[in-house]
């Protein structure tokens, strides 16, 4: 077996030294009867077969770059530097553990110190953390430090909120007595989703959650609703699931947000079906001390040089144990380094160029579709993704369009089953989408509706 | 050809006694100094190419971003750089042995991150059409027909993205099952030397945590756990093996016990390393378990995630899997993506660690049944083998054989002057990292010794080479060699009270 390399003659002689004949004699504590099952798993396979067997199954997926691509939702397709992805891979990057040696471990204690630096100019704020596991796991940890902060128990999340993210604040809070108030979506009149959290908000509430651009693509200032919440001491949540927008758009810490939580896969990371992705998590100075997750912090060593360190660690579950902000163990280092190095390449000129460029070629998409019978655009802001109402059913024509070799967009049924939003598909265009694609998805439209 | 070294030939040269110079460029030779990018780079510099898109009508409803952002770029080259340099200040793996007990630093297989890169998986889109991800399904199911054939349990969880995650899974499946059952509990028990996310976990589910006593073997009292079982516990919270690297002897009675009391028994998979594929946890009693991917199998730890944290079910929970969830069907497979009642609902976006479930796999059909038995032998082997060649040196905290991580204590350094971090300090200047310290909480001083099955004999014999010399050290009060330790790192010790006190936590152009 390639990855083991102890030889027969090495056991022998370890277990002479351990002073055992056989190696079952140091699994004794185990009862007997259940020892050694059988296992009903095929035996072991050289490098060759399990790349062949793997890349037999890759196959019989459609890959993102393969095909016309309109899909986001909360996850996009951009091109990242081939820089990145071989950077990270470097071992000393790749197989190392989390800091806590930070002599040995400054490459990567450095690369956080750098990343928050860059998360918390991005959004707009004081500091961020040193990541989560992803945006909707993120959302949930804002809204229970919300309650931490303010020490109120309502939370409302607002109809631009991706019903993922909805959905796991609700989870993760069902057995706490969070009291959590979703609101309808509302992809035809943005205004009125806006106008709907407002309102919602009273003396009880500690948090508004709202997703800007929002799950349909509309961008809005949210600068009313900061302000709302903050005369009611509230804090208001901003969620950016598509952080390319940051170098277009102002910073949702400009409009008044309190924490701000992001989804940081379009930097640097790929699609990889979902995950591992990396939850972006930024908030001001005062709130740091309830701050979920790891921290790096700067300082210096015994000879007075400038180092790094994971830092405020008396908040976390390997010290505070049953009194802890979060159970949040990990964060999401590589990914993480991933995004770093990406905005790193970028800059600020990058990105906004970049940034620039998904906003055009979704106005090309957006003046390309408004010219196809059947379908109505519902936008009228957006970053790279705009929600269009068409005259079928949409998950019947994504999957119409799929059969000929394009991938539509993300039907909200998919997203709100039972929702009454079964004509609404979304739809993102990114950088990557090329002239071409977009020919090639109008006419198919055209086609099939 | 840069030189004609024909006619200038090399040699020693002289030994300088004046070599405590600092140089021009601050660089030591291979250790290059390296500033923040903030320090290095400019907003008007980008390593990419800007994409021109001529004039347009915005969109944004007036919204654009005015102000400066302050994120600097580099270009290319210097980007390269940045990074090859902070990579050389890491310990990684890939360096050498790296014994931190229950985090199972195993060689991560380059197999494995070419399959999560083709494009087939790296590639898709959590949200495209089902008809477009089959192999994606396939996959999915393949690795939960593997992780349950290994446990002996019938279903799985994939979606948590930690093992911490995983836990909170479990537990949240096990309150749900009870409040279908219309039984409201309050309690759970967890050993002291259970990892600080399990109390964390219990509290987050609204449960009271009380400790369990350990006997003086390390494992479990059953009889104290039996009286502290009631109708007001709902779950018990035990590692197995434990944090102490010991196999819980009497688990079936303990499981008993628990079921006994109408409660659930949650193991915490963290050192599944040991004993994958010689014993299984669904023949033990267990109701929930969650892996570490990034343990047991493999995935890379990336200087702190992406972890992956699955969790196998027993018959009583499985009702209560969180979606999405993948089912076999006529044509193939689906996902389950919308919560009935009794599911706990939902824990992440879309379908989990997609690229770990490609690498977990990946590692699972390179070694097979037979290979990951053999692996979890060999881990338990290399164990022991630190623990017989270092009992008489350091002082062992339970007798043996232990599993697959020896623990230590800091008797052996009674009245030497040195602390256990000084010791684990030392280590990096023998080029090791440190092993694990000061857990479990159960003894004093501990050092939690954990080899894996990656390392050879040649190496096992050099790191306990080292360990005894240290020992001996320390014992011959070369106290010095241990207190400003490490020496030899590119960092001093650095001072943590000092980021804590005054808490630094971005760059900014006041400093």
New interface residues.
């Given amino acids: 077996?390639?990855?083991?390399?102890?030889?027969a003659t090495?056991?022998q002689?370890?277990?002479e030294?351990?002073?055992?004949r056989h190696?079952d004699?140091?699994?004794?504590?185990?009862?007997n009867d259940?020892?050694?099952?059988e296992?009903?798993?095929?035996?072991?396979?050289s490098?060759m077969?399990?790349?062949r067997?793997?890349?037999?199954?890759?196959?019989?997926?459609?890959?993102?770059?393969?095909v016309p691509?309109f899909?986001g939702?909360?996850?996009y397709?951009h091109h990242v530097?081939a820089?990145v992805?071989h950077?990270?891979?470097?071992?000393?990057?790749?197989?190392?553990?989390?800091?806590y040696?930070?002599?040995?471990?400054?490459?990567?204690l450095?690369?956080i110190?750098?990343f928050?630096?860059?998360v918390?100019?991005?959004t707009g704020m004081?500091?961020?953390n040193?990541?989560m596991?992803?945006?909707?796991?993120g959302c949930s940890e804002a809204v229970m430090m919300a309650r931490r902060v303010t020490r109120k128990k309502k939370a409302i999340l607002a109809g631009s909120l991706?019903a993922?993210?909805a959905?796991?604040v609700?989870?993760?809070t069902?057995?706490?007595d969070d009291v959590i108030e979703r609101l309808a979506p509302n992809p035809a009149a943005p205004e009125a989703e806006l106008q709907a959290a407002i309102d919602a908000i009273d003396a009880d509430t500690s948090c508004v959650v709202f997703q800007n651009p929002g799950v349909f693509g509309?961008?809005?200032?949210l600068r009313p609703l900061a302000e709302k919440a903050h005369e009611n001491k509230a804090l208001l949540i901003v969620v950016v699931t598509e952080v390319m927008s940051?170098?277009?758009?102002?910073?949702p810490g400009?409009m008044g947000a309190d924490i701000v939580v992001g989804?940081g896969q379009s930097i640097g990371n790929?699609?990889?079906?979902?995950?591992?992705y990396?939850g972006l998590f930024a908030t001001n100075q005062k709130y740091?001390r309830q701050m979920p997750g790891?921290?790096?912090?700067?300082?210096?060593?015994?000879?007075g040089?400038r180092?790094?360190?994971l830092?405020?660690s008396?908040r976390?579950?390997?010290?505070?144990?049953?009194?802890?902000t979060?159970?949040?163990?990990?964060?999401?280092?590589?990914?993480a380094?991933a995004f770093t190095?990406h905005?790193?390449?970028?800059?600020?000129?990058?990105?906004?160029?970049?940034s620039?460029?998904n906003?055009?070629a979704?106005?090309d998409l957006?003046n390309a579709l408004s010219a196809v019978d059947g379908v109505e655009v519902l936008?009228?802001?957006?970053?790279n993704e705009f929600s269009v109402k068409l005259s079928k059913d949409a998950a019947t024509v994504?999957?119409a369009l799929?059969?000929k070799g394009i991938?539509a967009g993300?039907p909200a049924s998919?997203?709100y089953?039972g929702g009454g939003l079964d004509d609404v598909l979304i739809l993102a265009a990114t950088?990557t989408v090329s002239a071409d694609d977009i020919e090639a998805l109008a006419a198919g439209l055209k086609e099939v509706l | 050809m840069s030189m004609n070294n024909q006619g200038r030939p090399t040699s020693a040269g002289a030994a300088s006694e004046n070599t405590d110079f600092e140089s021009f460029s601050g660089h030591k030779g291979l250790r290059l100094a390296e500033p923040l990018i903030f320090e290095l780079g400019s907003t008007e510099t980008t390593g990419v190419d800007v994409p021109e898109v001529g004039e347009f009508e915005l969109a944004i409803g007036g919204l654009d971003r005015k102000n400066p952002i302050g994120c600097p770029g580099l270009p290319e080259p210097d980007a390269v750089r940045h990074y090859t340099r902070l990579s050389r200040r890491n310990y990684g793996i890939d360096m050498g042995v790296f014994p931190l007990g229950s985090c199972t630093m195993k060689h991560n297989p380059r197999l494995n991150e070419k399959m999560a890169r083709l494009p087939g998986f790296g590639d898709i889109h959590p949200l495209q059409p089902k008809s477009t991800v089959r192999g994606a399904m396939q996959l999915m199911d393949e690795l939960s027909h593997w992780l349950c054939t290994l446990t002996g349990m019938p279903a799985v969880a994939l979606s948590p993205k930690a093992g911490a995650h995983g836990e909170l899974c479990g537990v949240m499946a096990i309150r749900s099952a009870l409040e279908a059952r219309g039984d409201a509990r309050e309690v759970i028990l967890c050993p002291e030397s259970a990892h600080g996310t399990n109390p964390a976990t219990a509290a987050f589910c609204g449960y009271k945590v009380k400790a369990i006593p350990a006997k003086d073997n390390g494992r479990v009292d059953l009889e104290a756990l039996k009286e502290a079982l009631d109708d007001t516990v709902a779950a018990v919270m035990l590692t197995n093996p434990n944090t102490c690297g010991l196999f819980e002897n009497e688990i079936r009675e303990i499981a008993d016990a628990i079921h006994a009391a109408g409660a659930f028994f949650y193991c915490d998979g963290a050192n599944f390393n040991a004993i994958m594929g010689k014993a299984r946890p669904g023949d033990l009693g267990v109701d929930a378990m969650h892996f570490n991917l990034h343990k047991t199998f493999s995935t890379p730890h990336g200087g702190g995630g992406p972890g992956s944290g699955p969790v196998v079910f027993s018959d009583a929970l499985k009702a209560h899997v969180p979606v999405p969830f993948v089912v076999k069907t006529e044509e193939g497979f689906d996902f389950v993506e919308d919560a009935d009642d009794k599911s706990m609902g939902r824990l992440v976006a879309y379908h989990g660690q997609m690229g770990m479930y490609v690498r977990a796999l990946s590692y699972m059909l390179s070694h097979g049944s037979d290979g990951i038995r053999q692996a979890a032998e060999d881990a338990v082997l290399n164990a022991n083998y630190v623990l017989a060649s270092l009992g008489d040196v350091m002082t062992a905290s339970f007798e043996g054989p232990c599993m697959h991580e020896a623990l230590f204590d800091d008797r052996f350094l009674k009245d030497t002057g040195v602390t256990t971090l000084d010791f684990a300090k030392a280590m990096i200047d023998e080029g090791y990292h440190p092993m694990t310290m000061y857990f479990p909480l159960v003894v004093h001083g501990a050092m939690l010794i954990e080899p894996t099955e990656s390392e050879s004999k040649f190496n096992m014999d050099q790191f306990i080479t080292s360990m005894r010399g240290l020992a001996g050290e320390a014992k011959g009060g070369n106290v010095e060699r241990f207190s400003g330790a490490p020496y030899h790192a590119p960092w001093k010790r650095l001072d943590e009270t000092l980021a804590a006190r005054k808490p630094v936590l971005r760059y900014t152009t006041e400093d």
Avoid at chain 1, 17 to 20: L, P, T
Avoid at chain 1, 39 to 45: Q, S, T
Avoid at chain 1, 343 to 354: A, D, N
Wanted: negative net charge; hydrophobic residues 40%.
């Fill in positions: 077996m390639r990855y083991l390399p102890l030889t090495d056991r002689q370890m277990l030294k351990i002073g055992v190696v004699e140091l699994f004794k504590d185990i009862p259940v020892l050694n099952p296992i009903d798993l095929p035996r072991h396979k490098e077969e399990v790349e067997y793997l890349s037999r199954m890759a196959a019989k997926n459609t890959a993102a770059g393969s691509f899909v939702a909360g996850a397709k530097p820089t992805d950077m990270i891979q470097r071992g000393e990057f790749l197989t190392a553990y989390t800091p040696q930070p002599e040995i471990a400054q490459g990567t450095q690369y110190f750098e928050q630096t860059q918390a100019q991005l004081d500091v961020a040193a990541s596991y992803d945006g909707s796991t991706h993922h993210y959905s796991v609700e989870t993760t069902q057995f706490t509309s961008v809005l200032d940051l170098g277009l758009i102002e910073s400009e989804e790929g699609l990889n079906f979902g995950g591992p990396l740091v790891r921290l790096c912090g700067e300082t210096v060593d015994a000879d040089t180092g790094f360190v830092t405020l008396t976390e579950q390997h010290i505070r144990r049953e009194k802890a979060s159970n949040i163990c990990t964060n999401s280092g590589l990914c380094l190095i905005m790193t390449l970028l800059g600020e000129k990058g990105l906004r160029g970049v620039l460029a906003h055009k979704a106005v957006r936008n009228s802001s957006f970053f994504v999957d799929a059969d991938l993300v998919r997203l089953p950088e």
